[in-house]
């Protein structure tokens, strides 16, 4: 990778962007084009270079090249949706066809760019990214506070939660658990106690918000 000023995550705000690419020509010609306006770049000469170097917790933009020696671009999508992995990630070949933009797009990329670059295309579509990954970026780390939140409950406070979550009442939920009204009503007071919230309608409405699994 070759050293870059500075870190993602300075005060101005802006993901950073991660070229990740076997042509060493290329990688130079982007940094140039990025840092032209403003852009921070970042460049490995191949799929596990990346892997081993980003910093995940870090907003950012992935422009990565299809066919690389080793883990190919597609393969380096899929392991970065297994590890939720959620910047935007934009695909490019010299040699694309339909069929491989179509999986690329299908596996969550946002864009799919043929080489040559057109420059202000791939600027346009970068910009228009960086944009997307504070979101992105923002929304998971939202998600993972809550299931971080979620952590320290018990299986069976987990079933009165979900119950909770449909809408169901103390009783409701007693009935479907065999349990005593009480014993449900401990289990809502714990719930709340272990997770911090300001009440179970706030907590159940910050999991359907960010989407998380009981």
């Given at each position: 990778?070759?050293?870059?000023?500075?870190?993602?995550?300075?005060?101005?705000?802006?993901?950073?962007?991660?070229?990740?690419?076997?042509?060493?020509?290329l990688?130079?010609?982007?940094?140039?084009?990025?840092?032209?306006?403003?852009?921070?770049?970042?460049?490995?000469?191949?799929?596990?270079?990346f892997?081993?170097?980003?910093?995940?917790?870090?907003?950012a933009?992935?422009?990565?090249?299809?066919?690389?020696?080793?883990?190919?671009?597609?393969?380096?999508?899929?392991?970065?949706?297994?590890?939720?992995y959620p910047a935007?990630?934009?695909?490019?070949?010299?040699h694309?066809?339909?069929?491989?933009?179509?999986?690329?797009?299908?596996?969550?990329?946002?864009?799919?760019l043929?080489?040559?670059?057109?420059?202000q295309?791939?600027?346009?579509?970068v910009?228009?990214?960086?944009?997307?990954?504070?979101?992105?970026?923002?929304?998971?780390a939202?998600?993972?506070?809550?299931?971080?939140?979620?952590?320290?409950?018990?299986?069976?406070?987990?079933?009165?939660?979900?119950?909770?979550?449909?809408?169901m009442?103390?009783?409701?939920?007693?009935?479907?658990?065999?349990?005593?009204?009480?014993?449900?009503?401990?289990?809502?007071?714990?719930?709340?106690?272990?997770?911090?919230?300001?009440?179970?309608?706030?907590?159940?409405r910050?999991?359907?918000?960010?989407?998380?699994?009981?």
């Amino acid at each position: 990778m070759t050293p870059q000023p500075g870190r993602p995550g300075e005060p101005d705000g802006d993901p950073v962007v991660h070229v990740v690419d076997d042509d060493d020509d290329l990688r130079q010609s982007l940094r140039f084009l990025f840092g032209s306006v403003g852009i921070q770049a970042l460049d490995y000469p191949d799929a596990p270079s990346f892997l081993a170097e980003f910093d995940p917790a870090e907003p950012a933009v992935v422009v990565v090249d299809v066919r690389m020696p080793g883990m190919s671009g597609f393969q380096l999508q899929e392991e970065l949706l297994a590890r939720e992995y959620p910047a935007p990630v934009v695909f490019c070949s010299a040699h694309g066809d339909i069929p491989m933009s179509v999986r690329a797009l299908r596996g969550g990329a946002v864009d799919f760019l043929e080489k040559p670059y057109d420059t202000q295309r791939i600027l346009e579509v970068v910009q228009h990214q960086q944009g997307r990954a504070r979101e992105l970026f923002a929304a998971h780390a939202a998600r993972a506070a809550v299931r971080e939140r979620l952590e320290g409950l018990t299986p069976r406070e987990r079933e009165v939660l979900a119950l909770v979550i449909q809408g169901m009442a103390s009783q409701a939920v007693a009935h479907r658990l065999g349990t005593s009204v009480k014993t449900v009503d401990v289990h809502r007071a714990r719930i709340k106690a272990k997770t911090g919230a300001e009440s179970l309608g706030t907590l159940v409405r910050d999991i359907l918000t960010h989407q998380v699994e009981v």
